[in-house]
């Protein structure tokens, strides 16, 4: 069965760099979240769409945004990178009760 | 997550019965999920529990609710060494849309 893309899999990058991570949800799934999670950390919500519109916004700086395209794949665009954004960052989508998450992108910045 | 607690870490032996624990204060809990997350891995949904169910069942594992002391439990029946990661409880509330609230996370470490 298909599941969540995210790519790419690691991301290094040094400060004040620009990222941008790509999440590919299942298909037929109409919503499409964004977590990160610090290292010994528990996942935290930043950013989530509902049929292409933003449903939710959580804890997500202002130097992050995102957004979800007409073929539903949804991108998070992180700008003028702190060595604090190292972390996980997990793209998850569902069309119920169920929500099945990516493999998660690694980034790391330097 | 700072409304929803779970114990850092649980040692059993291969074949014994596990259970993690999870406690939340949230009254207004949708549904309540367990995750399990292996060292650099993806979290992978086990299971999940309406709010207003006190039991489900799924072959090894076991779901407990008990709503009125916001007490989530999840036991893993033989538990075996592929089962040691990390087991998040999360939560979705009426009014936060489908966004999930996670535990802090318990390390099961399963020994020979």
């Known amino acids: 069965a298909a599941g969540v893309i995210q790519s790419p899999r690691h991301l290094i990058k040094e400060k004040r760099e620009t990222a941008t991570l790509k999440c590919y949800p299942i298909?037929?799934?109409?919503?499409v979240y964004w977590y990160q999670q610090g290292p010994g950390q528990d996942p935290q919500f930043l950013i989530s769409f509902y049929e292409k519109m933003q449903s939710d916004k959580g804890s997500i700086p202002d130097r992050f945004s995102a957004q979800q395209f007409s073929d539903y794949h949804s991108e998070l665009n992180m700008s003028s990178l702190e060595l604090g954004d190292s972390a996980l960052y997990f793209c998850a989508s569902s069309s119920t009760a169920e929500a099945f998450f990516g493999q998660g992108t690694r980034l790391t910045v330097v | 997550g700072e409304d929803v607690e779970q114990s850092l870490f649980l040692s059993v032996r291969e074949g014994d019965s596990s259970v993690i624990n999870c406690t939340y204060t949230d009254s207004s809990s949708t549904y309540l999920y367990w995750y399990k997350q292996e060292p650099g891995a993806g979290l992978q949904l086990l299971t999940y529990i309406f709010s207003n169910m006190d039991m489900k069942q799924d072959q090894r594992l076991t779901v407990l609710l008990n709503k009125k002391d916001k007490h989530l439990s999840l036991r893993i029946a033989d538990t075996q060494t592929g089962d040691s990661a990390i087991y998040f409880c999360a939560e979705t509330f009426t009014g936060g849309g489908n966004k999930l609230t996670f535990g802090t996370g318990t390390q099961l470490k399963v020994e020979l």
């Open positions: 298909p037929r799934h109409d919503t």
